[in-house]
């Protein structure tokens, strides 16, 4: 049994006010908030052993080389991949969906196909029809149902001998659809599709295995999963890292430079050029270990509970329609009420301290295929209880009334 109070503790964040009103945070998908012993790993980086790492040899730049290091390992074993230097560390998911889009350039030609889902963030889709205009490739789409699942059936159809990679989110960050990823990857195999997989939202709730998953890329951002902005990761197989040519040139990546010619260094850091953002990546392990401590069964349960008392309250309000139904979601509730706008319901709610995201979540093609402007999100994480949902509800219902 998870002791949520003593979790609370660890955030300095959530004892502050907003508006005279306690903070109630309901907006974790966007970004979750960070326990003291993330900052205390901030704190001492800058305050102890800030240097540029695996360039001196003075202790602070081997001091910080070490940490930089271990912190990559916590983020292999954490994701079981098979090496090290199959983690490139990044400064999040889009950049690490770039890096893949960017190059995959030199691999796809003329007519190669390629698949998306309907169900993704603009940063699982924009790099794609950046890379199918330089190439030539054609993007398809697995389109979704009402209840914000991909219709899989569809998909079967639509793998064939020209698709070339396939990518797709883990969960939705609009509606918290869990998707079939397991299926997505064992039949794009089949035609030796590759596949990439955006685990931005999925990784705050579930512990994926990678090797389990036979997947070939995976990407997260730290932010989403207590750590630090600006960081995250991107897993690749080493036979995919090896044929992908470098993302940027620059310092590190190189393993010698003559006017003549440059040959590249091995992974991981033919991926990483220039100062990488090494506070971040200590911190990015330093939330992987306090993530861990509590426990993702212990959380996922938590969560599934919290998810079923808020949806449950929030249907008891007339005219509350939520998007995003299946049996497999996390918890994230994405709702409107009636016809008002998710935005005026929003302001509202954050004169009374509560946070939550509303709008497109820059997943627009979901919002199309509701024909709805945006939704209010309600996003939870561990931290979050039953009684702030009350106080949610509460809320809400008085938003509610000043617009009918
Ligand atoms: N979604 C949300 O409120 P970055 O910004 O690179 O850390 O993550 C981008 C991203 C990619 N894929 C998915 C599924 C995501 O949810 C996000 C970030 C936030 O839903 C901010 S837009």
């Given amino acids: 049994m998870m002791n949520v109070e003593k979790i609370r503790a660890d955030f300095p964040i959530l004892k502050r006010t907003v508006n005279g009103k306690p903070l109630v945070y309901f907006d974790n998908a966007a970004t979750s908030q960070t326990p003291q012993i993330v900052i205390d790993t901030i704190v001492d980086y800058y305050s102890n052993y800030n240097a540029n790492i695996h360039r001196g040899v003075h202790t602070l730049s081997q001091e910080a080389t070490d940490k930089y290091e271990e912190a990559r390992i916590k983020i292999q074993h954490h994701f079981n991949a098979k090496n090290a230097y199959e983690i490139i560390l990044t400064s999040g998911t889009t950049h690490s969906i770039n890096m893949v889009a960017s190059g995959f350039a030199s691999l796809l030609k003329k007519n190669d196909e390629i698949i998306v889902s309907a169900l993704e963030h603009h940063s699982n889709i924009v790099p794609w029809q950046m890379l199918c205009e330089k190439t030539g490739a054609i993007l398809k789409v697995i389109p979704m149902l009402e209840?914000?699942?991909?219709?899989?059936?569809?998909?079967?159809?639509?793998?064939?001998?020209?698709?070339?990679?396939?990518?797709?989110?883990?969960?939705?960050?609009?509606l918290g659809t869990i998707n079939p990823i397991e299926e997505i990857i064992e039949t794009a195999h089949k035609f030796n599709a590759a596949v990439l997989i955006d685990g931005a939202q999925a990784?705050?709730?579930?512990?994926?295995?990678?090797?389990?998953?036979?997947?070939?890329?995976?990407?997260?951002?730290?932010?989403?999963?207590?750590?630090?902005?600006?960081?995250?990761?991107?897993?690749?197989?080493?036979?995919?890292?090896?044929?992908?040519?470098?993302?940027?040139?620059?310092?590190?990546?190189?393993?010698?430079?003559?006017?003549?010619?440059?040959?590249?260094?091995?992974?991981?850091?033919?991926?990483?050029?220039?100062?990488?953002?090494?506070?971040?990546?200590?911190?990015?392990?330093?939330?992987?270990?306090?993530?861990?401590?509590?426990?993702?069964?212990?959380?996922?349960?938590?969560?599934?509970?919290?998810?079923?008392?808020?949806?449950?309250?929030?249907?008891?309000?007339?005219?509350?329609?939520?998007?995003?139904?299946?049996?497999?979601?996390?918890?994230?509730?994405?709702?409107?009420v009636g016809t008002i706008h998710p935005y005026d319901i929003g302001t509202i709610l954050d004169k009374l301290g509560i946070a939550v995201r509303t709008g497109h979540h820059c997943a627009q093609p979901i919002m199309d295929f509701y024909k709805i402007p945006g939704t209010i999100r309600a996003s939870f994480s561990f931290y979050n209880t039953k009684e702030e949902i009350d106080i949610f509800i509460t809320a809400l219902k008085r938003a509610v009334n000043m617009f009918s």
């Fill in 147 to 174: 209840n914000g699942s991909l219709d899989m059936k569809v998909y079967h159809n639509l793998v064939n001998k020209k698709t070339k990679l396939v990518f797709c989110n883990h969960v939705s960050n609009a």
């Fill in 203 to 336: 990784t705050p709730h579930i512990k994926p295995d990678v090797q389990a998953l036979n997947v070939d890329f995976y990407v997260a951002s730290a932010h989403k999963l207590c750590g630090p902005t600006g960081v995250g990761l991107l897993y690749g197989k080493q036979e995919w890292l090896e044929k992908l040519p470098p993302y940027q040139g620059g310092g590190e990546m190189i393993d010698t430079v003559t006017f003549e010619k440059t040959t590249y260094a091995g992974l991981p850091h033919k991926f990483e050029a220039g100062t990488p953002n090494i506070c971040g990546g200590i911190a990015f392990g330093a939330a992987i270990d306090y993530m861990n401590s509590i426990g993702f069964d212990s959380i996922a349960a938590y969560e599934e509970a919290l998810l079923k008392y808020g949806t449950e309250e929030l249907l008891k309000i007339e005219g509350v329609k939520i998007f995003g139904t299946t049996a497999k979601k996390t918890a994230v509730i994405s709702f409107n």
